[in-house]
């Protein structure tokens, strides 16, 4: 056995292990002071990070990301085989997931805002009156206890139901996913093809990575409900994924020879050309030539920003953010950037190229197997926030690819 196949096999242990800490945290109890909350999460929920940190430096990411908890759920099926409460978990995670839709920003306590201390008051939203209905899916993310999430967040973002909705399909869409299900793609037709905040939360507009996910859960959930007696709406479905893919033909550009990840008003240029691109084709289950060139695309980016990725060992890829010029943390690499490069190399055929990113993401992990958000991309020491669900997430799907899961 190669030094890469044994540090594969600890590694899947390890991730596994500090993934399933972000999922159902009930025994953690996040406080707030500055906003006046007390969270004690439901079972269900999925949260980004488990770590109790408030931007001190650590982000805070004690939420319930839509996007996030969909990526970590759809992990999670590939340790049924070894894992017996995987079922019960999802099953959570659905229940969880509806009773998010009864949520009512209208309703909330009169005194929610006047909790917040003066100093913090700023950071809240100017209202949760329009957060109701079809508009509560597109809230970004909402508290692990199932409440609102009442600070100014970048809002509306539109592909999480639509990744939720390709993650309960290859669970197994059955009584409460069934109708769980039926939502989400009830929002994805009406929203899908929508403005909204990109993957980052950084700009407004049309998304590659939203449009892919978008197009693919219509396309996959049709035959789910034909098969159901619900033509009508599977047609509806079927439309409106094929309006979705002829806008995004337009996201090719011939001259940059990459997909662009993003139509946006006024945008950042340098955020063009994106990691997010090749997190669609990952998390939509397509590969192709555009993304392919839009792999070689970042991997010559990064090649030359990141001072880690001078004078690379033959047997190592590059490791990659997210875009040009990110200031986030230490602007650096992402481990699911690197790792879904990974697992896009594996899905299309190149193992030897996957491995090689594979043995970059091994040489900047540390001997405990714990993976933060980033690495630095000067000393790759880890950055932003600890023991990022989606981190362990990216590491599961890219290693089950390498197996052909």
Request: proline share 6%.
């Amino acid at each position: 056995m190669s030094g890469l196949e044994r540090w594969i096999s600890r590694q899947w242990d390890h991730a596994a292990e500090m993934m399933l800490k972000s999922i159902s945290p009930v025994a953690i109890v996040k406080e707030r002071p500055h906003f006046g909350q007390v969270i004690v999460p439901k079972p269900g929920s999925v949260v980004a990070s488990p770590v109790l940190a408030a931007y001190d430096p650590e982000p805070d990411y004690f939420f319930h990301w839509y996007r996030d908890s969909a990526a970590v759920i759809d992990a999670l099926r590939l340790l049924r085989p070894e894992l017996s409460k995987a079922d019960s978990l999802f099953q959570d995670h659905v229940r969880f997931s509806l009773d998010l839709e009864t949520l009512d920003g209208r309703v909330l306590p009169d005194d929610w805002r006047a909790a917040a201390q003066p100093d913090f008051a700023r950071f809240l939203r100017k209202s949760t009156d329009d957060a109701h209905g079809m508009a509560i899916p597109a809230e970004t993310r909402v508290n692990p206890d199932g409440t609102l999430d009442i600070t100014d967040w970048p809002r509306p973002q539109h592909d999480g139901p639509a990744l939720r909705a390709l993650t309960v399909l290859r669970w197994g869409a059955e009584g409460e996913a069934a109708d769980l299900l039926r939502r989400d793609l009830a929002f994805v037709l009406h929203r899908g093809g929508r403005p909204c905040f990109d993957i980052w939360e950084e700009e407004f507009g049309l998304h590659a990575y939203t449009m892919r996910v978008s197009a693919v859960a219509l396309s996959a959930g049709a035959p789910w409900l034909a098969e159901r007696g619900e033509s009508e709406m599977a047609q509806r479905c079927r439309a409106e994924a094929a309006g979705l893919e002829k806008t995004l033909d337009a996201f090719w550009t011939e001259e940059g020879g990459y997909i662009r990840s993003r139509h946006v008003e006024g945008g950042a240029p340098g955020k063009l050309l994106d990691c997010a691109v090749i997190l669609a084709a990952n998390h939509a289950g397509v590969t192709g030539p555009r993304y392919e060139a839009t792999l070689r695309r970042l991997e010559e980016l990064f090649l030359a920003a990141y001072p880690i990725n001078r004078n690379l060992p033959a047997a190592r890829a590059p490791a990659l953010g997210r875009y040009a010029g990110d200031k986030y943390y230490s602007g650096g690499a992402y481990y699911f950037s690197t790792l879904g490069a990974a697992e896009y190399c594996y899905r299309s055929g190149d193992a030897a190229r996957g491995d090689a990113y594979l043995e970059t993401v091994r040489a900047f992990t540390p001997q405990s197997g714990d993976m933060s958000e980033q690495f630095d991309q000067r000393t790759g020491e880890q950055a932003s926030a600890r023991h990022l669900a989606w981190s362990y997430a990216a590491f599961l799907t890219a290693v089950a690819a390498r197996r052909g899961q």
